[in-house]
């Protein structure tokens, strides 16, 4: 089989998933795009692991983890969608604005405003307040 | 004790007295009054001591006292701690220390109230003591050292009462004309010092005597305009009348004996300098000239009764100046001397006047009726002191003013002098010395007549206020200055001794004509007096707002601040019956205001340097600012459109960071394979 | 690899490659339907067709172990992840006319530029690459198992861990934040301090400010 198909699959699916991760706007669609582009990456391992005939089976043995890392990835990815969800009523990527310097100091998005929600950061209260 | 020891005492007694007088005079009050009179007394003491010591001086024999210390070596012309003392040295340091005890000892009770008096003491003391320095300096350097103390301390005293707005204008206006003459007098003294390779007076006058001088106009000229500031000489002396808003005390000490001296006792000591230049004769002939006539026009003019006495104070240094112009400084220093000594009188006794009228207006003291018998001893000592300032006979004015005008007949009309040491004066200066000096003596008579009579012969309704007894003290000062006013005139035959030895006797022909036209001017003032007194009754001027309990002090500087508000005007009152007004006609409201040299002033150097500074200010806001505020507001666009980048949105961040990585890749792909050319 | 290339024609391709070919065709289509569809559940469920096209691809490709471990955790679990997390999430039914952001047509370009830079790398480079598929089978269980466990044990382990904090983490984050009652929270401050909206039963001690953001947001999704 012309190596060129697997590899311009992985390619133009690699570039699906990039155009998912840029442009859909709720964070669960975006998780489904990273997971798309793992997969063209996945599927370039197989075909070059079965190209090259490697005795250890780099490839495949590399894409079973890729497999693994993914599902703790997407384990993780959700558990910080939901906090997220819970904490700013909203999932929407283009809404989580908190890393924007705001000079006037007032919230991009009427309260509602968006944090980065790594799980060892305190929650600014006084923005809330201020809010409410 | 030998003279030198003695003669370094007199400068540091009063220099020490002020310094503790600075540190001590808030702690100690009880100290201050001992600090400020006992140092200038023994500094006194002492300068008598060494002139007695001098006694004779060149004209005996007596080498002049030289003693120096090398100060500081400077790599080319060094600078030393010098002495010179000699007849004038001598003598000028007694006036000076006499004038500065008088006026110590009337200021306990003048400013006897005045909570600002430690300090007021203790910088009479500096300028006492820079006095003295420059006149015992042998050392140009260390001259003006003490040269530009004066200046610092007449500023301060000036200022005195710096509650009013014309004693803070005036004070200013002392330093910078002052100033002003002094730049060029500093470029002067370092000429000078080029020239002859050294700063002491010895060296400079060897030179002198060898003709050594390479620009001997340029150098004189420089330094008369350090000396015309100093001495208020025409044009840089408006600075003077507007000083009266110091106090009384400080008013006799600049006019009688340290400031204004300095300058004629400079160019004194340094005649053979000038003289080398007849060019520089000749303007400082014409210098005194206009000076004289000037300032005895405007004293006619002037309502202020300091003011009159201040002119008077230009007219009387223009004569000094015009006896160094026609080359006989024994004549100047003369003068200086008698002057020092009844306008010491004459100052001292103004400040009680004005104490007892509780006004400082000529106008309002001739609506006052007894103002006389209120004040004897101030209207005894100033009786004679006006006569001496007029220059009749016998009194000390009139010897030392026929000295003058006799040695300016003498360049006039070719007469070999009596030393024959300066014989290359212009008889062109000294006719101009001459003619204006006789002018100017019927000026002077005419002014202090008028000063007299309206002072203390006012007819008006009300009786001058009754302020009590004066101080004891200040009438005690009066009349020790009044021995050297009514007798100095015995010492004509002997003071050649201490000078150059020229003879200042009077001669025959300047004394008549000299007399006569006082004479004149005296009588024609009264005439015109008693045309006009009649009109002082009619018309009511003149409000005396100083309460009658107050300090002598306290009156002055109310007098001064009211002055303005009363009449328009801080020199001039529109008061006719003033005989200055009839007498000068249409000549008077220029000669109030001083010629409107005040004006010209504005015009020539005020405005241009308002304009200037208004076009600094601009360049600085418009143009500096511009740029310094352009700077900032771009940066400030460019972090705005840097800051419109960070949107927050973290798939606008990956967007460009992939876009930027995908391009990186494509060239690196293009360069890699080669196809990017 | 030469030798194969010269025995190989690009233009007469084999039953395997047009296999190979319309999957592909299929999964990419089903990649674009996943991303740019309107409907959020559609596009897991046409993630599902695009994974499996993955699988497919993997077993034309023989290896076959990967091909059934995809479809396990992709389509099993995976999939079903998301779609848990749709619904946790409240993610509408239906057409959402805001499924795409506002850097759409940025997005659009980088993609399409960095697809067309990488075919056009990937096809200059591999033109003339073909795999032979006839040999071995090259990702039998057998295989896989036999390289798994003898030469990659240490690293299987250590991703056996790595899941297991996965785990760990997920469930830490995800949890309900009742445990503030019980303790101050001071042993796990990340969870601790995140108090959502709709545990008003736990939140005594703090006060409204806490619960308004998710409350508000709620009204809105209310109101909306």
């Known amino acids: 089989m012309h190596l060129a198909y697997p590899a311009v699959l992985a390619v133009l699916l690699f570039c699906v998933g990039l155009y998912g991760v840029l442009a859909r706007r709720n964070a669960i669609l975006v998780l489904m795009s990273v997971e798309l582009m793992l997969n063209a990456v996945n599927l370039n391992l197989v075909a070059f692991d079965v190209w090259l005939r490697d005795k250890l089976h780099a490839g495949q043995a590399l894409t079973l983890f890729t497999i693994a890392v993914a599902a703790a990835e997407i384990g993780i990815g959700l558990a910080i969608v939901l906090l997220v969800y819970r904490n700013r009523g909203s999932s929407d990527v283009d809404r989580l604005r908190d890393l924007a310097e705001r000079p006037d100091g007032s919230d991009p998005d009427d309260g509602s405003d968006p944090n980065d929600d790594t799980p060892g950061r305190p929650r600014p209260d006084h923005r809330a307040e201020a809010a409410a | ?677 | 690899m030469t030798l194969a290339a010269a025995s190989h024609g690009f233009l007469s391709p084999t039953g395997v490659e047009i296999a190979f070919l319309l999957v592909g065709l299929v999964t990419l289509g089903a990649a674009v339907v996943t991303v740019t569809t309107k409907q959020l559940v559609h596009a897991a469920l046409w993630l599902v067709v695009a994974l499996g096209g993955i699988a497919v691809e993997y077993l034309l490709l023989t290896a076959e172990f990967i091909a059934w471990v995809q479809v396990l955790i992709y389509v099993g679990s995976v999939v079903v992840l998301l779609l848990f997390g749709l619904m946790l999430t409240k993610a509408p039914i239906g057409r959402s006319e805001n499924a795409d952001s506002g850097n759409r047509w940025a997005a659009l370009i980088v993609a399409v530029a960095s697809a067309a830079a990488l075919v056009w790398v990937v096809t200059d480079a591999f033109r003339t690459t073909w795999i032979d598929l006839d040999g071995a089978v090259q990702g039998s269980t057998e295989a896989s198992g036999r390289s798994l466990f003898q030469y990659w044990v240490l690293p299987f382990e250590a991703l056996s861990v790595l899941l297991l904090a996965a785990l760990v983490g997920a469930i830490v984050l995800s949890r309900k934040n009742d445990d503030r009652e019980r303790s101050d929270g001071s042993e796990r401050p990340g969870s601790g301090k995140q108090s959502g909206p709709r545990e008003q039963s736990g939140s005594r001690e703090q006060p409204g400010s806490r619960e308004r953001p998710g409350d508000r947001a709620r009204l809105r999704e209310d109101q909306g």
């Not at chain 2, 540190?23 to 201050?32: D, E, Q, S, W």
């Not at chain 2, 002049?64 to 090398?70: K, L, N």
Request: glycine share 10%; net charge neutral; proline share 6%.
């Open chain 2, 1 to 677: 004790m030998t003279t030198t020891t003695t003669a370094v005492l007199v400068p540091l007694l009063p220099f020490l007295g002020a310094l503790a007088g600075l540190l001590l005079g808030r702690r100690a009050p009880g100290f201050v009054r001992p600090l400020a009179i006992l140092p200038t007394v023994a500094a006194a003491a002492l300068a008598v001591v060494v002139a007695v010591s001098q006694g004779g001086g060149a004209g005996a024999g007596k080498a002049p006292v030289d003693a120096a210390t090398r100060l500081t070596p400077t790599g080319s012309v060094p600078i030393d701690l010098a002495l010179h003392i000699d007849g004038f040295a001598a003598l000028v340091a007694v006036l000076v220390a006499v004038v500065a005890c008088c006026v110590q000892l009337y200021s306990t009770g003048y400013l006897r109230d005045d909570p600002r008096y430690p300090s007021y003491a203790a910088l009479v003391s500096l300028f006492t003591a820079a006095m003295l320095l420059v006149v015992y300096s042998g050392d140009l350097m260390v001259l003006l050292v003490g040269w530009e103390i004066m200046g610092i301390c007449s500023y301060f005293l000036v200022g005195h009462y710096w509650e009013t707005e014309a004693a803070r204008s005036a004070s200013l206006k002392a330093f910078l004309v002052t100033k002003l003459g002094d730049v060029p007098f500093l470029f002067g003294i370092f000429a000078l010092a080029a020239d002859a390779g050294t700063f002491r007076i010895t060296g400079i006058l060897k030179t002198v005597a060898v003709g050594g001088l390479d620009h001997p106009t340029l150098i004189a000229l420089l330094l008369l305009a350090g000396v015309a500031g100093k001495s208020a000489q025409f044009p840089l002396h408006t600075w003077l009348p507007d000083a009266m808003a110091g106090p009384t005390p400080v008013s006799a000490l600049i006019h009688a004996a340290t400031m204004v001296a300095a300058g004629v006792y400079f160019v004194a000591r340094l005649l053979p300098v000038f003289a080398a230049s007849a060019t520089a004769m000749v303007v400082l002939a014409v210098m005194a000239a206009v000076t004289m006539v000037g300032s005895g026009l405007a004293a006619l003019a002037q309502d202020d009764i300091k003011r009159v006495l201040a002119y008077s104070t230009v007219g009387q240094l223009g004569y000094m100046t015009g006896a160094l112009a026609v080359g006989d400084r024994g004549a100047a220093v003369f003068h200086l001397l008698s002057h020092g000594a009844f306008k010491a009188l004459l100052f001292l006794a103004a400040g009680v006047v004005i104490h007892a009228a509780g006004t400082n207006s000529l106008a309002a003291m001739s609506r006052m009726r007894g103002l006389a018998r209120r004040i004897p001893d101030a209207y005894w000592t100033m009786t004679v002191a006006l006569l001496a300032l007029a220059a009749i006979p016998p009194f000390a004015g009139f010897f030392s003013k026929e000295a003058v005008l006799g040695a300016a007949e003498h360049a006039a009309t070719g007469h070999p002098t009596a030393s024959g040491t300066l014989a290359a004066v212009p008889a062109a200066a000294g006719w101009t010395v001459l003619l204006a000096g006789l002018l100017t003596a019927l000026l002077t008579a005419g002014y202090a007549a008028r000063l007299w009579l309206l002072a203390f012969h006012g007819k008006g309704p009300e009786p001058a206020p009754d302020h009590g007894k004066q101080p004891l003290v200040m009438n005690t000062v009066l009349w020790v200055l009044f021995v050297p006013t009514l007798a100095l005139g015995l010492a004509t035959p002997v003071l050649p001794d201490w000078f150059d030895g020229r003879s200042l006797t009077p001669t025959l022909t300047t004394s008549v004509l000299g007399t006569g036209v006082a004479l004149v001017g005296a009588l024609v003032t009264y005439g015109a007096w008693r045309h006009t007194t009649a009109l002082a009754a009619r018309v009511p001027l003149g409000a005396v707002a100083v309460d009658p309990d107050a300090a002598p002090a306290d009156s002055e500087e109310r007098a001064i601040a009211t002055h303005a508000a009363a009449y328009g005007d801080n020199a001039g009152a529109p008061d006719p019956a003033d005989p200055g007004r009839l007498l000068l006609g249409p000549l008077h409201r220029p000669a109030a205001v001083g010629f409107h040299l005040d004006a010209v002033y504005t015009a020539l150097f005020v405005r241009p340097v308002r304009a200037a500074a208004r076009l600094v200010r601009f360049l600085d806001r418009e143009v500096v600012d511009t740029y310094v505020n352009g700077a900032g507001t771009a940066s400030r666009w460019l972090g705005a459109a840097v800051r419109r980048a960070q949107t927050g949105n973290v798939q606008t961040y990956l967007g460009a960071l992939l876009a930027g990585s995908f391009v990186l890749a494509v060239a690196v792909v293009l360069v890699a394979t080669g196809t990017g050319a």
